[in-house]
Each structure stands twice: as C-alpha cells, then as structure tokens.
C-alpha cells in the first residue's frame, strides 16, 4: 500500500548587509596590544566573507548549503564565548521569514545590536534550511528518506532550543517568527514530519501491518497536536494559506491508514468485526483528510485499497463468519510508536570547522585575568606606598635634624658635600625650570580629558532626549527599549572618569602649592653648589669629624642610604613581578569546567609576592630602629657642638627638605603626565564605544521609523462623515460638485492625502455667505494641497539629527590608568590604586542587567 509523502520546508529569515569589519576592528584595537592585533585583523576579514556566504547569498536547497551556514555559526558561538556579545556594537537587523509585505513595501524586521540576536536568526535559518533540504530529498532513495528523517529532527531540536532561549537573547519581544509559541508550532511540525517520512519508509519496505499501525497512530498524533498550535489565534495568520488544511488532511489521513494497517491485524487473526469496524473508521478518515485538505488525491490510493479490503470482508463476514461488527468506539486504541525525536543541539555543526579566533581566550578566563590584575595591582600599590611613606618620614625626621648636613658642616666654612650632591642632582634633573615645564602642561592634558568626557556625556544626552521626543510624540507605537535602560552602565562609567578627573584637578592644586611654598630653597640648588656657598651664613664649631658623636652619626648615615637602596630595590622587584596566569587560568577551565578565580590569585599571589612583602615589613621594622638610634646620637652630637649658627643650620634644613619635595614633586608629575596619558588612551576608548552604540541606535531609530511611517501611510483613513442637514442646498437650488482632482501623492514625511470632503455650502440668494463654509465650486482654495488634519505629525522626527558618530563597542568595565599613581594618595607619597578596577563580568545580557538594543516592526 503506497503513500506518497509531501513535506514543508520553512522558509528562512533574511539579513540586511552591514558593516562587520570597522567595528570588530575597532573592538580588537580597544582591547588588545599592537602586535596581537595584526593577527586578528585577517581573521575579521575571513569573519566577514563567511557572514556574507551564510546569510547574505541565496544558497540552494542542498547539504553543502548547509555546511556553509553551519560554519558561520559555530564561530559565532567561538567568538561570543571570548567577547560578551553585547560588546560587539552592529546593528544587526533580520525579516521576520514570514512575512511577505505589501505593495506598498516593507516588511516585518527587527534590528538588535547583539551578537546573540544574529546567533539566534542564524540559528533559525538552519533549522529553516534543514526542513528544505528534508522537504526536497527523493522519497524513493532509502538513504536520502534517511537523511531526510534526520534533517527534521534535527530542525525540531533547534527550534524546541530556541524557544528557551529567544527572549534571554533579545531581552525584549522577537518578531512574530521567533515567538515562542511559533517556535514551538514549527518545532512540532518537523517532529511530526519525521514520523511521517519514518512512517512511509516503513510502508515501502513492508514492514509487518502492527509496526505501522502503530507508527500511524503516533503520526495522526503529531500531526494533532502540530494542528492545535498551528490554528492558535496569535499565530494562525502567519502561516501560508495550504499548511492548516494539509496539516489537517494528514492527521485525518494517518488515523485512517492506523486504521487500516490494524484491520489487516484483524484480518490475519480472523476477527472479521473487528477488521469490518476499523475498515469503515478508516474509510470516514480518508475521505476527511480530503475534505480537510480540499484536495481529492490525497490518500485516494488508500481509499481505494481500503473500499476493496471492506467489501472483501463484508462478504466473507455475510456468508462465512456471520460476525457482529463492533461500535468503533468500543474498540481497543491502537498502540503507538515515537520513532522521531527532537535532536539535542550539537557543540559543533560543522565538521570542518576551524575558529578564526582561536588564540582569543574565554570570557571566564579573561574575568579572571582582569580580577587577578586587579588584586595584584592594589597588592603592589599598597606595599610600594608603605615603602614610600616610610621613606618620606624619615627624609622629614632627617630634615628636622639637619642631617646629614650638620655632620658635614662641622667646620662652618664650606657646603656640605650632601647638600652640594643634592644641588648637583638637581642641576642635572632640569632644576626648577623643568619643574614649571611641567607643571604648565598639566591644564592642557587634562582639558584635553575634560573635553573628551563632555562629548561622550553630550552623545548620551542627544541619544537620550532624541528617543524621549520620539517616545512622546509616538507613544505606545515607539516600542524600542528606552536609552536610560540601556546606557546605566556608559552614564555609570562616566560618572568614574569624571570623579577621576576632579580628584586629579585637586592633585595638581596641591603640587602648585608645595611647589610654591618651597620655590625657593628649590631655585637655590637649581643655581649650582657654587652659588649656595654664598648664601649659607657662616658659622664656628669646636668640634672636628673625629668626635665619636660624629662618627656615630656617620655610620648611622650610610645605614640610612643602605635601607633606602634596599627599597629601591624591592620597589623595582614589585614592580616587575609577573606570572602568567593565563595558562593557569585555562588549565583549571578545562578540567573543572570552572575557574575559583579568588582562591587560585590568593595563592599565585603568596607565592610570588609573598617574600616581597615581608622584605618590607622587615624594612620598616628596620627603620624604627634606625631613627630611635639616630636621635640618640644627634642628641650626644648637640651636646658637643658648640657654637653652631642658628641661621645657617636653619638654611641647610630648608634646603634639605626643597630638595626632598623637589624629587618627590618631579616623580608625581612624570607619573601624573603618564596617568593623564594613558587616561587620554582610555577616554578615547570610552567615546568610541559610546559613538558605535549612538550610532547602532540612530540605525534602530530611522528603520523604526521607516516603519511606522510606512504603517501609516498605508492604513485606511475611512469615509467623510456625512454633512449636517444646514449644509445642504434647498430643493431644486442643488447643484452636482464638480469633480475634484486626484490626491496628491502619497509622502509618509509631508502628511496624509487630504480627506474627501462634503458639497460646498452655498447661501441662499440674497444672504450673506454662511461663515466658515468652504469656497463655491470653482473656486481656488488657499494652499490647495497641503496637509490638513493629518492623523499623524508631518515631522516624524521633529528634531535635528545628531552629529558625529563612530564605531565604538559597549564598556563592561570601567578601565582606569595602570600602575602607581601620585594622583590618588590618601597621605603624601601613599600610593593607592587611582580607582578600584572592576573586573568585567559574563551578564545576564546585556551588562548591568540592561537589555540590549532592538527595533519593532510596524503595529499591526
């Protein structure tokens, strides 16, 4: 008994052609050094080649189609595993697949700056593709009806997949064709589809009559079950207008071939009623399925066939059996058997696949790498500050001391070699003109700053009050997810740089005044050793260089150099400590499918920076011990000198200490400049991303627009109501109004044709023309044409568009400047880290909670 087998195939969504190239570019420039970057650049361009094959052509109906579309995306699952898709700023826009337009143009789209939203419409025209490929495979080949079972339940595990995921993907309602309850309609026609070709490939291999009898039954129930979400009210309309009826017909028709195959069940245990019964349920079948379908061939064969096994058995029954033929609805219900199955989704579609960005680590790994930099930057910052407060406290408590001047001057005449080395050293540093140099560029980095941050906050502010305006001149109609939604996390970032940047002009303040409160004794060591000489009072002592006291001080001098080459030196260790966590990282990823970030950086951390930090701890120990020592000697040193000048002493020390903030104001500024450099570096960053998101939702905004216009413009504006009774002419005064000239032509951007409009009114002879009433025939009416009582605004947009945008992506961090930084001291010489770094993190799409960028088709 054959069955011919006639499938669907779902028609898929098609792509609107974007740019790919500027902005991924711009992404791998923002976020990865210069040598990695050539690297990634050719596969970007291999990227888009790939994206251009897979959804911008037109692939035919066959297998190696599919592999086409299989590539692209599996590496749109590699890169979104390694950059979170809402970082990638492309306004990618998608058709609905169901909707076919009108003559008036457009059709249903939706555009969604994500990479999970174009992961999520490829991942449909697979499954779209698939059900083609099955619907076109011959069904007298045993091995294509093989592959074509295959390919549908493989369609059907897609789109059960994407019914779950859709909506986390989105973060706001998909076009009519990725709703969940389409999804899961179409998701039930190709299990149903599955079963069938199952079915029929049982049937043409003659398997036995209770094994299709019961595939059979199980397809009549598919098919039900695919006909109740097919007829739903919210979705029934977008089918094609053949599928409810044929989706009907062959759930009638599968009830009646169960019916069929079980009657021969029942034939070959002689149970004539039985067999007469299910023969006859059979028949009503077959000729419903017809009538369902409205097509007279379908299952005509198997109408046939059964007519002739009825009439074969009501005779046999007449004149041999004599059995009572059952109610139909007494009878037992036919086993069944669910062969087809949704098809889980694969890790990968592609067996030939190849990442392009393979040397690109996971999310989780670069989180981790993030939160490990940033323990181990504030690690550093914290002891490279304790080093240098230490260090600034006895600089101070030496300076009050007038050490070690004041054992180099025992003879009152000459400069002190210390004093004369430091006037040297800041003779070779520039001097006081360096200083001021410096001092003077730092208004123009950080305007440079200022200005850079005004006009990432001024793209915001335009995107923002540009969506509010449309909002409320279009109300309900405007459906895109609202700016402040989705720009808390650039408004948040914003917010960081702009408390960076009030903390550095405060910093800079500060070094201006203790510039100036120690100008002086700084222009004096910039003049040269020669020049202090002159200006150091003189003075007398009774006491020479061999005084124990002196000697004391002496040793206790070198001590003290000796302690602070010592942090020089722990400073640089800290400073270049590095352990490539990287591998680490990986490691445990692959093996624990997890990464305890905090426990595996606590212990990277002990180990490496572990004995650095003691060597602090014992270097500040240390230095306690040393001043405790140095002012017992100073004392014994007070007591035998005699007759040392007070003026002078007092010179020395405030020498001594110009020079202490003359080093310490020279490394601020050098690392003050690098911090507004680098700051300059990131702001630039920053104003990228924020332009690239302006602009993906300037793209969101005309197609929104497009498209509500274009709903407008096609809609029907209804009759004229009919003219009051006092408008009318008196009887047999009633003229026929000249015909009127044809409407102006259609423009959604200058108004609405104007409305038919009633007879002129005209007055009575001898009256006064009735007030308000429209000009006689023939008359030329004033601005003939123009818009009147248009039902919508002539100015769809009503405000200007805004200006300068650039491909940029979406921030999830805020990055700040590396390393230690002056600008952020707690305490002088106290480095902290300038803002803490917050390592970025694997949202819920899109970052800090907010969803991701989209676009509505017209309301219906």
Known sequence: MSVSLETFGVPQKKASDIEILKPLKNLITSRYQTAEQESYIGAINELAKLRTNAVAK??????????????????????????PPSEIQIPFKWKDAFDKGSIFGGRISLTVSSLSYEKVCVLFNIAAMQSQVAAAKNADSEEEMKLSAKLFQSASGIFSHLKTVVYSALQQDPTPDLQPETLSALAALMLAQAQ????VHAIRGRKKDAIIAKLCAQCEDMYGETLKLFQRESIKQLWDREWIPRISGKQSGYAGLAEYHQSRVCNSDKSVGEEIARLNKGLEMFKAA????????????????AKNCLDEAVKDNDFIYHERVPDVKSLSAIAKAALAKPTPLPEKFSTTFTDLFETLVPVSVQQALVAYDTRKQELVSSEIGHLR???????SILASLNLPAAIEDVGGEKVPQSLREKSSSVVELGGCEALQKMISELPDLLTRNKELLEECERSLKEEHESDSQLRTQFKERWTRTPSENLTTTFQTNAQKYRKVIDTAMSADTTIREKYESHKEGMELLSAGPENIAGALPSASSTTDGSDPAVVRLKKLM????TLKAERDAIECELKSATVDMKNVFLNALAQDGAINEQGMSAESLGRVFGPLQKQVKESIERQEELVKNIQEAHKDFSHAVSGAGGEREAMMKKLASAYDNFIELRSNLTEGTKFYNDLTQLLVNFQTKINDFCFARRTEKEELLRDLTQGLANQNLGSAPNPPAHHQESAGQAKSPPPRPPPPALNPYQGAP????APPAQAPPGQAPIPGAPPAAGAVPPHYGAPQNLPYPVNPTGMPTPQGYVYSSYPVYTPMPQGYNPYFQQQPGYATAPYPQQPYTAYPFPPQGQPPQQQHWPPQ
């Open 58 to 83: 037109n692939l035919e109906c066959h297998e190696s189609s599919l592999d086409v579309v299989y590539r692209y995306y599996d590496q749109i699952v590699a890169l979104e595993s390694k950059i």
């Open 196 to 199: 069938e070709v199952i079915t």
């Open 290 to 305: 017809q009538a369902r379908s409205g097509d007279l061939t379908m299952f005509a064969d198997n109408l046939g066939r």
């Open 389 to 395: 407060e230490s260090t600034q406290l006895l600089n």
């Open 558 to 561: 070198e001590d003290v150099e």
């Open 754 to 757: 104007q409305m038919p409009q």
